[in-house]
């Protein structure tokens, strides 16, 4: 395994780890405070199509990447269904973000 293979397995367990957060409060706590649903299908969207592109060149890292990609986007948009509407206290009490 080379240097750039490497790389691209230990930024594959980075993205899987990122996930971690977000999917446990889902889970833990039922809140679904915060989450922007068109954002969370355009990821869908964009890790199908990353997939298809990574198979159509036989490209193993990325392949692996997007699929947990889709595994953990569709597991974050299957509790944020199952939990709609809800809020933790701390997320009931947390200022929204705005962009201005
Ligand atoms: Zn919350």
Known sequence: MDF??????????LI???YAPQVWHLAK???T???SMVSWHLWLLG?????VHAYARADAVIMAVQGVNLLAVGLTLYLAKKY?????TACQSR??????
């Open 4 to 13: 750039a293979q490497a790389a691209g397995w230990i930024g594959t367990a």
């Open 95 to 100: 200022p929204t973000t705005t962009f201005k």
């Open 33 to 35: 405070g915060g989450l």
């Open 84 to 88: 709609e509407g809800k809020a933790c």
């Open 47 to 51: 890790s199908l199509l990353l997939f």
């Open 29 to 31: 706590e039922k809140c």
């Open 16 to 18: 899987l780890t990122a």
